[in-house]
């Protein structure tokens, strides 16, 4: 596999102040790699540095074997950006927001129309090309802004938070927008988001917390490093239930109404229900969850009004 962008030893002071300390990562072509991080965690700074928006403070940063502090500009050409606030102009219409941006990435003149057909076509709004931006909706504009940032033909799409404040049909809707990107088009796509569901369908995941990167792997490995499947049991005899998970040598916690048992073993945990299948009213197996890796790796929630 071939990493198209490689941070080493990066920090980021404000002032005094460490951002971001020391952080070493990679992410290979062709994949979608989610940034995560409670707020203030140092994932805009991280970004910001890699788009050339930010200087670094010390370390090295590459993108496509370009170096962000020192070929700024071949960098620029090889990325493409979607932030969160939308920099469209909204008293312009689709085609002309897209051939404005052409010109600003100096897209040959001959190139323009068939460039324009083409990210149109990809986000599904190649029959709205003349419609006023200010008169879309938000999920339109962030499909424009999708289409934007690809009509240079970067190898890089970095997004942030695509999909925040859209409703879940139009996340949707931009998920399969973004898969095509990177199966039809092997563009990398390097998001933050904080839909954990969003996370888990990324190849890879880096979380950083308090400006170093805590965890950075599948959503599959980290999954099963830091959660466990637990079973839900309702009982008639709670006694006797509590007894035989203390000889199986199961953890539990005693709950209103019913037990949440460690689920990992499962052959314990069957010899367990057989013995008592006469008394068991209820069980539910449930798998661990993409939050529960977040908060147990930095002990927050992903927002804390999530
Ligand atoms: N210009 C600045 N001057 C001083 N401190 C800053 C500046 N920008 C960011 N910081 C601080 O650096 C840290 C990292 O901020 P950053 O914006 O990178 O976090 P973040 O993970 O993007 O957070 P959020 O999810 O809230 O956007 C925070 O403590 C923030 O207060």
Redesign the pocket.
Known sequence: MNPIIEVKNFT?K??D?I??NDISFDVEEGTIFAFL????????????TLCTIFEKTSGSLVIDGKDVTTQKSEVRSTIGVVFQDSTLDSKMTIDENLKMHCVFYNVPKKEVEERIQFVLNLVDLLGERNKLVGALSGGMKRRVEIARGLIHFPKVLFLDEPTTGLDPQTRSHIWEYIMKLQKERNITIFL?T?YMEEAEICNKIAI?DG?IIVAHDTPYALKKEFTKDKAYITTEKGPELEQLLAQYELQYVKKEGYYKVDAEKTDLLLQVLSLQKEDITDIEIKKGTFNDVFLEITGKKI?EDA
Do not use: E
């Not at 991080?37 to 910001?48: F, L, R």
């Open positions: 980021k404000y002032g102040f951002a971001v991080g409670p707020n203030g965690a140092g994932k805009s700074t991280t970004i910001n933050t904080h950083i400006g927002r």
